[in-house]
């Protein structure tokens, strides 16, 4: 019997135990920190209208972090599943080549801003300039490239921010992580605390002041 109880016990131990794994297992790669890269991917999920578990799946196929916005930049704008897209990059293809694949050219990533960018921006920048409109279709971006301006564009998009602030941030030296953990906390302050977070303050106040009386 006491064998029998044993058993019983183990076998409940490894059910939490396989459970909890499972659980773990969905969010590995997003839950890795205080709203800095996951926050990044909600951020990713929100912008491009994905649902989370689509990004979550997708984040599992091993790609830089700051590739996926690419990986759903362009599945949007054509009209794939970004799975599609992720398969012809870890096949080995440049951006450039998956854009051309889809039948999309360099001015699709191109970000209007004003002034001179500074580094990392310079030359990607360059090429467009040193071109008339009607021949940035023959412009050949690098991978990196790419990715600096499809991040530039999600994150000055996403929180309404101008893409000169995002540019030196980037020249700075910070990932596209940090940089959206940056815009969202400056943009988050300069709105206040929230009307929710104001009633509360409200309410607290307002016993603060019942119970002073006699």
Not at 146 to 170: A, M
Request: hydrophobic share 40%; with cysteine; aromatic share 10%.
């Amino acid at each position: 019997m006491r064998a029998f109880k044993l058993t019983a016990l183990l076998a409940v131990a490894v059910c939490l135990l396989t459970g909890g794994q499972s659980k773990a297992g969905l969010d590995f790669g997003i839950s890795i920190d205080n709203d800095g890269v996951k926050g990044f991917y909600v951020a990713i999920g929100d912008h491009y209208k994905v649902a989370e578990k689509e990004v979550v799946v997708i984040k599992k196929r091993q790609l830089p972090d700051n590739e996926y916005p690419v990986v759903f930049f362009i599945a949007r704008r054509v009209g794939v599943s970004p799975d599609m897209v992720v398969k012809l990059r870890l096949g080995g293809q440049s951006w450039m080549q998956i854009a051309w694949h889809f039948g999309l050219d360099a001015d699709a990533f191109y970000v209007p801003i004003e002034g001179n960018p500074g580094p990392p921006y310079g030359k990607a920048y360059g090429h467009f300039k040193k071109r008339k409109k009607s021949e940035w279709r023959t412009i050949r971006l690098s991978d990196v490239e790419i990715v600096n301006f499809v991040n530039l564009r999600f994150v000055s998009e996403h929180y309404g921010y101008s893409p000169s602030e995002v540019i030196k941030l980037r020249g700075g030296g910070k990932k596209f992580s940090d940089i959206h953990k940056h815009v969202k906390a400056k943009k988050a302050g300069k709105r206040g605390p929230s009307k929710k977070m104001a009633v509360k303050e409200k309410a607290k106040a307002k016993d603060k002041g019942k119970g002073k009386k006699k």
